[in-house]
């Protein structure tokens, strides 16, 4: 299975965090890429980017998605066959974003800080109550990077129970 990850808006593909991920979904024998979209803010130029990658993928993949990444992510989920869905803060029902999102998902999660002052947690909370998704509200601000090791931990379980089949 392949791993692809989609970074925030002003961050870069290979961060810190999403390191952190790809190096987790290698050791479950996942192949892992991460986009880079530094060339655009657009977000939905950013989701054609990713679908246009995904169409020529064989098989169903998972997306793990940050910030605006995971509104590309999420968005994304909707236009190709995908396996799974991780999100991190992602930016739903924002101003100038699209607010139509896929549902459905058999494997999808959120984490979100509750200290967030860029999207607000209540976003995520909203969100997971349409789709009836887990949604793990953890201590961290936007960038979770004061939660890493929370975050690694619930990519973890998140990754094998999809890779299981379960959950």
Known sequence: MKVYFSHGKESGPWGTKIKRLAAIASEHGCEVDSIDYTDTYDPDLRVERL???LKNENEK???VGSSMGG???LMASGKV???AVFLMAPALYMRGYQEEYPTGHRHLEIVHGWSDD???PE???RYAKEADCALHLIRGDHPLNSSIEVVVMLFEGFLERAL????
């Open 51 to 53: 679908v246009n990658i």
């Open 61 to 63: 993949c998972i997306l």
């Open 71 to 73: 509104y590309v992510s």
């Open 81 to 83: 066959e995908t396996h």
């Open 118 to 120: 860029i999207i607000p």
């Open 123 to 125: 976003h995520s909370i």
């Open 164 to 167: 299981s089949g379960n959950g």
